[in-house]
T-cell receptor, first 113, second 117 residues
Framework: SQELEQSPQSLIVQEGKNLTINCTSS?????LYWYKQKYGEGLIFLMM?????EEKSHEKITAKLDEKKQQSSLHITASQPSHAGIYLC?????????????FGAGTRLAVHP | GAVVSQHPSRVICKSGTSVKIECRSL??????MFWYRQFPKQSLMLMAT?????????EQGVEKDKFLINHASLTLSTLTVTSAHPEDSSFYIC?????????????FGPGTRLTVT
């Protein structure tokens, strides 16, 4: 079965620093989702990547999907305390439109002022 | 983006009782919704797929008689935890796909924290 591995498990950075979170799949990804979660709350959709080599940006967050569609990275530029939370990558279990998502274990990010 | 709501946000119940959690898509119709549970400091685990007008599909290891799912309309799915026990205490999150979006983005509700005493 497909598994998603995220690294690092946790990250503490100083405000203003850049950081990268990685998500690696054991199988080819049909769709790769990035979400942010604050403890005890729901998930906020950040971005979705589908095509090999695709890159998307929203404000100071950039996500990329490699050409082989097995690895994605999430990069935050000039981090702020508001970026703190748990970042989860999720993957479609199939190629259709209404498939289930499986999730990585998450990366806990703390940003110190 | 699309909005998914859940009710209640928190619930405390006694062991042996049943609890119903509602999941609503507020500005789109969802033929399919998903139910997840999340234990502290762990990731989301898919429990079941809720299909409007038909039976839910449960993941392996999830007791369908314990976690009853009803998808009565295109905007509402309910999860009922029957005969709840302390080990059922968890954070339950639902999600729904927006069929009008280009890439079938999946939107999540804010979650329901269930505590069974």
């Amino acid at each position: 079965s497909q598994e998603l591995e995220q690294s690092p498990q946790s990250l503490i950075v100083q405000e203003g620093k850049n950081l990268t979170i990685n998500c690696t799949s054991s199988k080819t990804l049909y769709g790769l989702y990035w979400y942010k979660q604050k403890y005890g709350e729901g998930l906020i959709f950040l971005m979705m990547l589908q095509k090999g080599g695709e890159e998307k940006s929203h404000e100071k967050i950039t996500a990329k999907l490699d050409e082989k569609k097995q690895q994605s990275s999430l990069h935050i530029t000039a981090s702020q305390p508001s970026h703190a939370g748990i970042y989860l990558c999720g993957a479609d279990k199939g190629s259709g439109g209404y498939n289930k998502l499986i999730f990585g274990a998450g990366t806990r990010l703390a940003v110190h002022p | 983006g699309a909005v998914v709501s859940q009710h209640p946000s928190r619930v405390i119940c006694k062991s042996g009782t049943s609890v119903k959690i509602e999941c609503r898509s507020l500005d789109f119709q969802a033929t399919t919704m998903f139910w997840y549970r999340q234990f502290p400091k762990q990731s989301l685990m898919l429990m079941a797929t809720s299909n409007e007008g038909s039976k839910a599909t449960y993941e392996q290891g999830v007791e369908k008689d314990k976690f009853l799912i009803n998808h009565a309309s295109l905007t509402l799915s309910t999860l009922t935890v029957t005969s709840a026990h302390p080990e059922d205490s968890s954070f339950y999150i639902c999600s729904a796909r927006d069929p009008t979006s280009d890439h079938y983005e999946q939107y999540f509700g804010p979650g329901t924290r269930l505590t069974v005493t």
